[in-house]
């Protein structure tokens, strides 16, 4: 295993870059940190339209919502693969389409993570906002979404969490993130695929193991501060 790791470190992390494509483990934590990134402010649109009190607007979205967490994402790589290109006539990368597949997929999970982040909190907070005179909105954006958005924070690593693992689905489009390479690699050394697969493995573990304690740190320092609030918001994983 450290004759493998000792050859082939470079490309493990970096891929053929700079010679080629950027790839391997490096391309695996871009494209979940810029999934992320991209979805949670559609997320946070979402999970506001989710809170609406008007139905025309809360209606569409929640139904929006339940049909992207009732898909797996492996449907919706896919369809951003195939539908996309086909309706608008731009065939996109794979870096390009993984990317649109997990702002969609994460934006409904981010949803349902600000709507309880919103929801846990006292309704005392928007009363308060209204009866001081603010409008909906405004003691929304200034009084009750920042609360709740601080109350999210261990929420959202774990959302990170569960995006650097979903990358891996990038292999069926021909990604180069982490599985691919692994498997590029199996295929020149074809003797130890059990010491190749450990390494990814163990490769994914450490990344996901660490952030979950830090999401566990964070979590412990907000309940510390006084935020009970900020209990862990839970949304269960329909589909992956």
């Known amino acids: 295993m450290l004759e493998i790791i000792n050859d082939y470190w470079v490309y493990f992390l970096i891929g ?5 494509p950027l790839g391997e483990l490096v391309l695996t934590l871009l494209l979940a940190s810029c999934g992320l990134v991209l979805a949670l402010p559609l997320g946070i649109v979402l999970g506001l339209a989710r809170v609406s009190p008007w139905r025309w607007l809360r209606w569409p979205v929640t139904g929006l919502v339940f049909v992207v967490r009732g898909l797996p994402l492996l449907m919706v790589i896919f369809w951003a693969y195939f539908f996309l290109p086909s309706v608008t006539g731009v065939k996109t990368d794979q870096f390009t389409t993984m990317l649109i ?7 409904a999970y981010l949803a349902e993570i600000v709507r309880a982040g919103i929801q846990g909190l006292p309704r005392g907070q928007m009363e308060t906002a209204r009866a001081l005179g603010l409008g909906y909105g405004r003691a929304m954006r200034l009084v009750v979404l920042p609360q709740a958005l601080r109350s999210m924070l261990p929420s959202l690593v ?11 689905l990038g292999y069926i489009i021909g990604l180069a993130e982490v599985s691919f390479i692994a498997t590029q690699i199996n295929t ?10 450990l390494i990814l493995g163990g490769t994914y573990f450490i990344l996901c193991f660490g952030l979950s304690r830090f999401a566990y740190w964070l979590e412990r320092r907000l309940a510390r501060r006084g935020m009970s609030a900020a209990d862990p ?7 992956a």
């Open 16 to 20: 053929q870059y700079p010679n080629g």
């Open 101 to 107: 597949a997990l702002v969609i997929f994460d934006a």
């Open 158 to 168: 774990n959302q990170f969490v569960s995006t650097i693992k979903e990358t891996s």
């Open 188 to 197: 020149q050394v074809f003797t130890k695929p059990a010491q190749i697969y």
């Open 233 to 239: 918001i839970s949304v269960p994983k329909v589909s």
